[in-house]
Protein backbone atom coordinates (compact mmCIF):
# COMPACT_ATOMS: atom_id res chain seq x y z
CA UNK A 1 0.00 0.00 0.00
CA UNK A 2 1.27 3.39 -0.61
CA UNK A 3 0.25 6.64 0.44
CA UNK A 4 -0.16 8.56 -2.85
CA UNK A 5 -0.01 7.49 -6.44
CA UNK A 6 2.13 9.04 -9.09
CA UNK A 7 2.28 9.63 -12.74
CA UNK A 8 5.23 8.28 -14.29
CA UNK A 9 7.67 10.37 -15.00
CA UNK A 10 7.83 12.61 -17.80
CA UNK A 11 4.01 11.65 -17.99
CA UNK A 12 1.72 14.53 -20.08
CA UNK A 13 0.50 17.53 -18.04
CA UNK A 14 -3.56 17.49 -19.22
CA UNK A 15 -5.59 20.86 -18.39
CA UNK A 16 -8.75 19.28 -16.40
CA UNK A 17 -11.50 21.31 -15.17
CA UNK A 18 -13.82 19.97 -12.42
CA UNK A 19 -17.39 21.91 -13.19
CA UNK A 20 -19.84 22.05 -9.76
CA UNK A 21 -23.23 23.15 -10.45
CA UNK A 22 -25.15 21.49 -7.47
CA UNK A 23 -25.57 22.80 -4.46
CA UNK A 24 -24.07 21.51 -1.03
CA UNK A 25 -26.43 19.44 0.51
CA UNK A 26 -29.46 18.20 -0.94
CA UNK A 27 -27.19 15.69 -3.26
CA UNK A 28 -24.56 13.82 -2.72
CA UNK A 29 -23.11 15.50 -5.81
CA UNK A 30 -20.87 18.72 -4.15
CA UNK A 31 -18.95 16.46 -1.94
CA UNK A 32 -18.64 13.37 -4.34
CA UNK A 33 -16.60 16.14 -6.75
CA UNK A 34 -14.83 17.77 -3.97
CA UNK A 35 -13.41 14.44 -3.06
CA UNK A 36 -12.62 13.88 -6.61
CA UNK A 37 -10.65 16.73 -7.07
CA UNK A 38 -8.36 16.09 -4.25
CA UNK A 39 -7.69 12.66 -5.27
CA UNK A 40 -6.65 14.18 -9.09
CA UNK A 41 -4.35 16.73 -6.75
CA UNK A 42 -1.96 13.57 -6.43
CA UNK A 43 -1.47 13.13 -10.19
CA UNK A 44 0.37 16.26 -10.88
CA UNK A 45 -2.67 17.60 -13.67
CA UNK A 46 -3.23 21.06 -14.30
CA UNK A 47 -6.36 21.10 -12.41
CA UNK A 48 -8.97 23.96 -12.50
CA UNK A 49 -12.74 24.04 -10.58
CA UNK A 50 -15.60 25.91 -11.87
CA UNK A 51 -18.61 26.75 -10.05
CA UNK A 52 -21.59 27.19 -12.03
CA UNK A 53 -25.51 27.55 -11.31
CA UNK A 54 -26.66 26.29 -8.09
CA UNK A 55 -22.52 25.14 -7.39
CA UNK A 56 -21.61 28.64 -6.29
CA UNK A 57 -23.54 27.85 -3.32
CA UNK A 58 -20.83 25.57 -2.39
CA UNK A 59 -18.37 28.28 -1.50
CA UNK A 60 -20.78 30.20 0.81
CA UNK A 61 -19.42 31.51 4.29
CA UNK A 62 -20.80 30.80 7.54
CA UNK A 63 -22.29 26.74 6.62
CA UNK A 64 -23.49 25.36 9.97
CA UNK A 65 -24.71 21.43 9.60
CA UNK A 66 -25.29 21.00 13.07
CA UNK A 67 -28.88 21.40 12.90
CA UNK A 68 -29.66 18.53 9.91
CA UNK A 69 -26.79 16.46 11.04
CA UNK A 70 -24.79 16.20 8.16
CA UNK A 71 -20.69 16.68 7.86
CA UNK A 72 -19.91 20.46 6.58
CA UNK A 73 -17.44 19.80 4.01
CA UNK A 74 -17.45 23.43 3.30
CA UNK A 75 -13.88 23.78 5.44
CA UNK A 76 -12.48 21.97 2.78
CA UNK A 77 -12.31 24.11 -0.15
CA UNK A 78 -9.62 26.27 2.01
CA UNK A 79 -7.67 23.47 1.54
CA UNK A 80 -7.18 23.45 -1.91
CA UNK A 81 -4.50 25.98 -1.87
CA UNK A 82 -2.02 23.39 0.36
CA UNK A 83 -3.31 21.01 -2.42
CA UNK A 84 -1.61 23.25 -5.29
CA UNK A 85 -5.36 23.84 -6.59
CA UNK A 86 -5.77 27.15 -6.98
CA UNK A 87 -7.69 28.00 -9.77
CA UNK A 88 -11.23 28.37 -8.76
CA UNK A 89 -13.74 30.35 -11.05
CA UNK A 90 -16.95 31.30 -10.58
CA UNK A 91 -19.60 32.63 -12.85
CA UNK A 92 -20.69 36.27 -12.41
CA UNK A 93 -24.48 35.51 -13.42
CA UNK A 94 -24.43 31.87 -11.13
CA UNK A 95 -23.87 34.35 -8.05
CA UNK A 96 -25.85 37.79 -8.93
CA UNK A 97 -28.83 35.21 -9.59
CA UNK A 98 -28.37 33.96 -6.28
CA UNK A 99 -28.26 37.02 -4.26
CA UNK A 100 -24.51 36.46 -3.65
CA UNK A 101 -21.52 38.53 -4.03
CA UNK A 102 -17.77 37.27 -4.01
CA UNK A 103 -17.57 38.38 -0.45
CA UNK A 104 -20.10 36.11 0.30
CA UNK A 105 -17.30 33.11 -0.64
CA UNK A 106 -14.90 31.38 2.03
CA UNK A 107 -11.89 31.17 -0.55
CA UNK A 108 -10.51 33.62 -2.83
CA UNK A 109 -12.10 32.97 -7.05
CA UNK A 110 -12.02 34.43 -10.26
CA UNK A 111 -15.13 35.86 -10.80
CA UNK A 112 -15.46 35.49 -14.41
CA UNK A 113 -18.30 36.29 -17.09
CA UNK A 114 -19.98 33.74 -18.77
CA UNK A 115 -17.77 34.62 -22.40
CA UNK A 116 -15.02 33.98 -20.10
CA UNK A 117 -15.94 30.98 -18.28
CA UNK A 118 -16.61 29.42 -22.14
CA UNK A 119 -13.11 30.60 -23.34
CA UNK A 120 -11.74 28.79 -19.94
CA UNK A 121 -13.69 25.81 -20.48
CA UNK A 122 -12.84 25.40 -24.44
CA UNK A 123 -9.06 25.14 -23.20
CA UNK A 124 -9.06 22.25 -21.20
CA UNK A 125 -8.41 18.59 -22.10
CA UNK A 126 -10.81 16.63 -19.98
CA UNK A 127 -13.83 18.29 -18.49
CA UNK A 128 -15.71 16.39 -15.20
CA UNK A 129 -19.14 17.42 -14.35
CA UNK A 130 -20.84 16.93 -11.37
CA UNK B 1 -13.77 -4.44 16.22
CA UNK B 2 -13.46 -3.12 19.77
CA UNK B 3 -10.52 -2.08 21.70
CA UNK B 4 -10.38 -1.29 25.88
CA UNK B 5 -9.16 2.08 26.90
CA UNK B 6 -9.62 2.32 30.65
CA UNK B 7 -12.67 0.34 30.76
CA UNK B 8 -14.32 2.00 27.32
CA UNK B 9 -15.18 -0.05 24.23
CA UNK B 10 -13.51 1.92 21.16
CA UNK B 11 -15.25 0.91 17.82
CA UNK B 12 -12.92 0.59 15.07
CA UNK B 13 -13.26 -0.30 10.88
CA UNK B 14 -11.38 -3.39 9.49
CA UNK B 15 -8.47 -1.36 8.64
CA UNK B 16 -7.84 -0.23 12.53
CA UNK B 17 -9.42 3.36 12.63
CA UNK B 18 -11.42 4.74 14.56
CA UNK B 19 -15.35 4.37 13.86
CA UNK B 20 -16.48 7.61 16.17
CA UNK B 21 -14.34 10.41 15.34
CA UNK B 22 -14.80 11.39 18.87
CA UNK B 23 -13.92 8.63 20.87
CA UNK B 24 -10.41 9.94 20.04
CA UNK B 25 -8.64 10.76 23.68
CA UNK B 26 -4.31 10.50 24.37
CA UNK B 27 -5.34 7.36 25.78
CA UNK B 28 -6.72 5.84 22.76
CA UNK B 29 -3.51 6.91 20.99
CA UNK B 30 -1.15 5.06 23.23
CA UNK B 31 -3.74 1.80 22.33
CA UNK B 32 -3.98 2.66 19.00
CA UNK B 33 -0.42 3.34 18.68
CA UNK B 34 0.76 -0.30 20.55
CA UNK B 35 -1.95 -1.76 17.48
CA UNK B 36 0.71 -0.55 15.46
CA UNK B 37 3.63 -1.80 17.30
CA UNK B 38 5.14 2.09 17.71
CA UNK B 39 6.39 3.72 21.07
CA UNK B 40 4.76 7.59 20.96
CA UNK B 41 7.62 10.18 21.41
CA UNK B 42 7.41 13.57 21.43
CA UNK B 43 8.22 13.22 17.74
CA UNK B 44 5.44 11.21 16.96
CA UNK B 45 2.96 13.86 19.00
CA UNK B 46 4.40 16.42 17.05
CA UNK B 47 3.00 15.18 14.15
CA UNK B 48 -0.23 14.14 16.06
CA UNK B 49 -1.28 17.23 17.24
CA UNK B 50 -0.62 18.85 13.75
CA UNK B 51 -2.75 16.24 12.04
CA UNK B 52 -5.67 16.74 14.56
CA UNK B 53 -5.12 20.77 14.55
CA UNK B 54 -5.31 19.82 10.33
CA UNK B 55 -8.41 17.81 10.34
CA UNK B 56 -10.25 20.50 12.89
CA UNK B 57 -9.16 23.07 10.10
CA UNK B 58 -10.00 21.51 6.81
CA UNK B 59 -12.32 18.52 8.08
CA UNK B 60 -10.11 16.10 6.18
CA UNK B 61 -6.74 14.17 6.63
CA UNK B 62 -4.53 15.76 4.64
CA UNK B 63 -2.57 13.82 1.84
CA UNK B 64 1.37 12.93 2.83
CA UNK B 65 2.57 14.93 -0.02
CA UNK B 66 0.06 17.61 1.87
CA UNK B 67 0.90 16.87 5.52
CA UNK B 68 4.66 16.74 4.66
CA UNK B 69 4.90 20.38 2.51
CA UNK B 70 2.59 22.01 5.68
CA UNK B 71 4.68 20.15 8.28
CA UNK B 72 8.02 21.60 6.68
CA UNK B 73 6.35 24.98 6.74
CA UNK B 74 5.52 24.87 10.35
CA UNK B 75 8.07 23.16 11.97
CA UNK B 76 10.87 23.20 9.50
CA UNK B 77 12.46 21.32 6.56
CA UNK B 78 14.32 18.96 9.15
CA UNK B 79 10.75 17.56 10.11
CA UNK B 80 8.88 18.19 6.47
CA UNK B 81 10.26 15.94 4.73
CA UNK B 82 9.10 11.80 3.97
CA UNK B 83 12.52 10.24 5.66
CA UNK B 84 11.87 12.17 9.15
CA UNK B 85 8.20 10.95 9.01
CA UNK B 86 8.43 7.72 7.76
CA UNK B 87 11.05 6.93 10.24
CA UNK B 88 8.43 7.58 13.01
CA UNK B 89 5.63 6.34 11.09
CA UNK B 90 7.18 3.19 9.14
CA UNK B 91 3.87 2.21 7.49
CA UNK B 92 3.05 6.16 6.19
CA UNK B 93 2.70 9.34 7.42
CA UNK B 94 -0.19 9.22 5.84
CA UNK B 95 -2.06 6.25 7.03
CA UNK B 96 -0.77 5.05 9.81
CA UNK B 97 -0.09 8.95 11.59
CA UNK B 98 -3.97 9.70 11.07
CA UNK B 99 -5.17 6.33 12.39
CA UNK B 100 -3.29 6.65 15.60
CA UNK B 101 -4.38 10.63 15.94
CA UNK B 102 -7.90 9.19 15.00
CA UNK B 103 -8.67 10.71 12.20
CA UNK B 104 -10.53 8.94 8.74
CA UNK B 105 -8.05 7.25 6.24
CA UNK B 106 -6.65 9.96 3.83
CA UNK B 107 -8.24 10.86 0.90
CA UNK B 108 -6.74 9.69 -2.14
CA UNK B 109 -4.72 7.09 -0.06
CA UNK B 110 -4.59 3.39 -1.85
CA UNK C 1 -53.10 23.59 2.42
CA UNK C 2 -49.31 23.19 3.05
CA UNK C 3 -46.69 23.29 0.18
CA UNK C 4 -43.16 21.82 0.98
CA UNK C 5 -40.88 22.39 -1.24
CA UNK C 6 -37.24 20.51 -1.31
CA UNK C 7 -35.71 21.80 -4.03
CA UNK C 8 -33.31 25.36 -5.21
CA UNK C 9 -35.81 27.00 -7.56
CA UNK C 10 -32.87 27.53 -9.79
CA UNK C 11 -32.36 23.85 -10.39
CA UNK C 12 -35.77 22.23 -10.72
CA UNK C 13 -39.33 24.47 -11.37
CA UNK C 14 -41.20 23.00 -8.48
CA UNK C 15 -41.03 26.24 -6.40
CA UNK C 16 -42.69 28.55 -9.73
CA UNK C 17 -45.61 25.68 -10.05
CA UNK C 18 -46.41 26.23 -6.35
CA UNK C 19 -46.69 29.95 -7.14
CA UNK C 20 -48.37 29.09 -10.06
CA UNK C 21 -51.36 26.74 -9.07
CA UNK C 22 -51.77 26.93 -5.14
CA UNK C 23 -54.92 28.27 -3.95
CA UNK C 24 -53.92 31.03 -2.14
CA UNK C 25 -56.54 30.87 0.21
CA UNK C 26 -55.66 29.19 3.23
CA UNK C 27 -52.02 28.13 1.55
CA UNK C 28 -48.70 28.59 2.41
CA UNK C 29 -45.46 27.43 1.74
CA UNK C 30 -42.58 26.10 3.79
CA UNK C 31 -38.91 26.04 1.79
CA UNK C 32 -37.03 23.13 3.30
CA UNK C 33 -33.17 21.69 2.49
CA UNK C 34 -32.45 23.29 -1.08
CA UNK C 35 -35.63 25.38 -1.40
CA UNK C 36 -34.74 27.29 1.40
CA UNK C 37 -32.30 29.38 -1.15
CA UNK C 38 -35.24 30.75 -2.67
CA UNK C 39 -35.42 33.13 0.08
CA UNK C 40 -32.14 34.54 -0.73
CA UNK C 41 -32.31 38.21 -0.15
CA UNK C 42 -31.70 40.01 -3.76
CA UNK C 43 -32.09 36.72 -5.60
CA UNK C 44 -33.92 36.37 -8.35
CA UNK C 45 -36.32 34.63 -6.94
CA UNK C 46 -37.32 37.44 -4.14
CA UNK C 47 -39.65 39.05 -5.82
CA UNK C 48 -41.91 36.25 -6.64
CA UNK C 49 -41.87 35.16 -3.08
CA UNK C 50 -42.78 38.61 -2.17
CA UNK C 51 -45.91 38.23 -4.19
CA UNK C 52 -46.64 34.79 -3.55
CA UNK C 53 -50.42 36.04 -1.25
CA UNK C 54 -49.40 33.40 1.36
CA UNK C 55 -47.32 32.66 4.22
CA UNK C 56 -44.01 31.67 3.99
CA UNK C 57 -41.86 29.36 6.27
CA UNK C 58 -38.32 28.84 6.31
CA UNK C 59 -37.02 26.02 8.07
CA UNK C 60 -34.35 27.32 10.13
CA UNK C 61 -31.84 24.02 10.03
CA UNK C 62 -31.54 24.30 6.24
CA UNK C 63 -31.37 27.76 6.15
CA UNK C 64 -27.89 27.90 8.73
CA UNK C 65 -26.50 24.29 7.38
CA UNK C 66 -26.34 26.71 4.14
CA UNK C 67 -24.53 29.75 5.43
CA UNK C 68 -27.88 31.71 4.98
CA UNK C 69 -28.23 33.31 8.89
CA UNK C 70 -27.97 36.34 7.83
CA UNK C 71 -28.84 36.03 3.82
CA UNK C 72 -32.83 35.38 3.85
CA UNK C 73 -35.61 38.46 2.84
CA UNK C 74 -38.05 40.02 5.30
CA UNK C 75 -41.16 38.55 5.26
CA UNK C 76 -40.62 35.26 5.66
CA UNK C 77 -41.31 33.13 8.82
CA UNK C 78 -38.35 30.97 10.49
CA UNK C 79 -39.42 27.44 12.08
CA UNK C 80 -37.08 24.61 13.46
CA UNK C 81 -38.56 21.12 13.34
CA UNK C 82 -41.42 21.69 16.21
CA UNK C 83 -42.40 24.75 13.88
CA UNK C 84 -42.52 22.33 11.05
CA UNK C 85 -44.77 19.62 12.92
CA UNK C 86 -47.08 22.75 14.06
CA UNK C 87 -47.33 23.77 10.20
CA UNK C 88 -47.96 19.99 8.92
CA UNK C 89 -50.60 20.03 11.90
CA UNK C 90 -52.35 23.10 11.44
CA UNK C 91 -53.17 22.73 7.86
CA UNK C 92 -55.70 20.54 6.39
CA UNK C 93 -53.19 18.78 4.01
CA UNK C 94 -49.80 18.66 2.71
CA UNK C 95 -48.60 18.78 -0.50
CA UNK C 96 -44.69 17.34 -0.87
CA UNK C 97 -43.44 18.96 -4.79
CA UNK C 98 -41.01 16.98 -5.43
Known sequence: MSDEMDFEEGGTVKKFMFVNRKAPYGTIYALEGLEVVLISAAFDQDVSLAFVDDGVFQLVKGQKTDGVEMKNFS??????????????????????????????????????????????MAQQDVLISF | MAMDVNGVSIETDEEGFLVNLSDWNPDVALELAKGESIELTEQHWEVINFLREYYDEYQIAPAVRVLTKAIGKKLGPDKGNSKYLYDLFPYGPGKQACKIAGLPKPTGCI | MLHIVNKSPFDTGSLASVLRVAKKDGGAVLLIEDGVYAAVKSSATEASLKAAGMPVYVLQADADARGLQSKLMEGVNMVDYGGFVDLVAGHDNVQSWL
Open chain 1, 75 to 120: PTYRALEGYDIEKLYVDRESLEARGLTEDDLLVDVQVMSAAEMGDM
